[in-house]
C-alpha cells in the first residue's frame, strides 16, 4: 500500500510540473494558440499611441493564412486591457477573424478596484476627442495589417467597452457591424444619419447599471435614425454576465456582477450571426 501510495503521490506531482510547464510556455508575447495541419493561431503584443498617449494592445489572428480576413477591435471592459480582453481576440480569431485587444486606458493600465476603474472611465468618457483619437489610432493599425481586409471592419466591446463601441459607431466611424454586451446606453455621443454599422447590443435584463429610461432613449434615438440595430435583453442576466470572473468579482467588492453561462453563450451567438451576414471571409 505504501508503495502505491507513493506511485500515486509521484503521478500528482509529475501532472502539475507538466500543467504548470504549459502553462508558463503560454505567457510569452508571440503565443501559438491552436495548431492543427493548415492553421496556426497565435497573439502578439502590439504598441500604438496618439500624440499624448502610447497604447498597449494585443493582435489574434491565424499565422498560415493567406487570405484578408474582416478586422474586429475588441474594447475592454472598464478593468481595463486585461486577460478577459485577449482571451476574446483569441476567440475571435478562432472564427476566422483578425482580432485586435485595444487599451482604451493607455499604458496598459488595468485597475484594481471599482474606484480606479471609475476613474480611468471618467478620463476617458471626459475627454471624447482624445477618446476618439485613441480608437482612431487603434482602428488604423487594424486596417494596415496586411492580413486585414480594410474594408471589413467590425467592434466588439464590454460595460464600458460597449459604450465605446456604441458611441464610436454614432460618431459615423466607418464600421460595419458593432456588438455590446452588458453595455450602458446612455451615451455621451448621440446618433446621427452617418452611422453606417450594424448594431447588436446584448444587456442584462436584471442589470441595475441600465435602466429601462435609458433603454427606451436609445431605441427612440436609434429609430429616429433609421439605424439598422437589435437590443436584447436576457432576462435573468446581470452585469458582466459574459465575464467568468465577474460572479467573484462582484462578492468581493459587493457589486451586482454575475456570470451567467446561458447569456454568455446566447449572446455570443447572436454575435456571431451578426458577422456572418455582414462580412464574407
Excluded at 471592459?77 to 485586435?100: C, I, S
Excluded at 459587493?254 to 455582414?278: G, T
Aim: a negative charge; aromatic letters at 10%.
Amino acid at each position: 500500500m505504501k508503495s502505491l501510495s507513493a506511485k500515486f503521490l509521484l503521478i500528482l506531482c509529475l501532472s502539475a510540473f507538466i500543467i504548470s510547464c504549459v502553462q508558463k510556455s503560454g505567457e510569452n508575447a508571440d503565443e501559438t494558440l491552436a495548431v492543427d495541419s493548415t492553421q496556426e493561431y497565435v497573439g502578439e503584443e502590439v504598441t500604438y499611441s496618439t500624440d499624448s498617449t502610447t497604447m498597449k494592445g494585443y493582435l489574434a489572428y491565424d499565422k498560415n493564412s493567406t487570405d484578408k480576413k474582416p478586422g474586429i477591435l475588441v474594447v475592454h471592459e472598464w478593468w481595463g486591457h486585461n486577460e478577459y480582453t485577449r482571451e476574446r481576440a483569441d476567440m475571435l480569431a478562432k472564427l476566422g477573424y483578425v482580432a485586435l485587444a485595444v487599451d482604451m486606458y493607455g499604458d496598459g493600465k488595468v485597475a484594481q478596484h471599482p474606484q480606479d476603474a471609475q476613474k480611468f472611465m471618467m478620463s476617458v468618457f471626459s475627454n471624447i476627442e482624445e477618446a476618439e483619437a485613441r480608437f482612431d489610432k487603434a482602428l488604423e493599425l487594424l486596417k494596415s495589417n496586411e492580413k486585414v481586409d480594410g474594408q471589413q471592419i467590425g467592434v466588439i466591446g464590454y460595460c464600458f467597452g460597449g459604450s465605446v463601441a456604441l458611441t464610436m459607431a454614432n460618431m459615423g466611424k466607418d464600421l460595419d457591424a458593432v456588438a455590446a454586451f452588458h453595455s450602458g446606453v446612455q451615451l455621451p455621443v448621440m446618433p446621427t444619419s452617418d452611422i453606417k454599422a450594424k448594431i447588436l447590443v446584448c444587456n442584462g435584463g436584471a442589470d441595475p447599471f441600465v435602466s429601462e429610461e435609458s433603454v427606451e432613449n436609445f431605441k427612440s434615438a436609434m429609430d429616429s435614425v433609421n439605424a439598422s440595430y437589435k437590443y436584447i435583453a436576457y432576462d435573468s442576466a446581470k452585469h458582466a454576465f459574459t465575464s467568468k470572473g465577474a460572479t467573484a468579482m462582484g462578492e468581493k467588492f459587493e457589486l451586482p456582477l454575475e456570470y451567467n453561462a446561458e447569456a454568455d453563450e446566447a449572446s455570443w451567438e447572436e454575435m456571431k450571426a451578426l458577422f456572418s451576414d455582414v462580412f464574407t471571409k
